[in-house]
């Protein structure tokens, strides 16, 4: 793979997440809210902050200490789910579904929707 495979974990996730919905935040706004809704001290946010500047998931501007993402929401899904398809599915797309489909009981609607994705000529190349 060509681009760097940047692992996001769970918990910088909480940040990401914010910075993904709103572009471009101050990183006290990003303690303000992680404390309200996960309950972190602002100092643990600011680890966290600090670990993804250091990765290059997202790049500080002063003055006010303002955090921007340098990496999509798209690209990390791309990395976590090779990751998942490679070390649970032997890198096979068709094991990963047949097990989360016969694990999840689609609904025919799901199915219908599967089969619409796999027959789409953009899909399919």
Known sequence: M?????????????VMELLWTNGTLPAKDI????????????????????????KGAIKR???????TPLISKRRV???????????????????F????ASNKGLSKAERMEMLRVANDKHFVK
Not at 31 to 54: C, H, M, P, Q, S
Request: glycine share 6%; aromatic share 10%; proline share 1%.
């Open 97 to 100: 579904i047949l097990e989360y």
């Open 61 to 67: 501007e002063d003055p006010g200490f303002i955090c």
């Open 31 to 54: 303690a303000k809210i992680i404390k309200e809704f996960i309950g972190w001290e602002k100092n643990t946010t600011y680890t966290v902050i600090k670990r993804l500047i250091d």
């Open 2 to 14: 060509a681009k760097t495979m940047m692992r996001i974990h769970e918990g910088e996730l909480n």
């Open 77 to 95: 899904q791309a990395i976590e789910t090779e990751v998942l398809m490679n070390t649970l599915f032997e890198g096979s797309f068709s094991k």
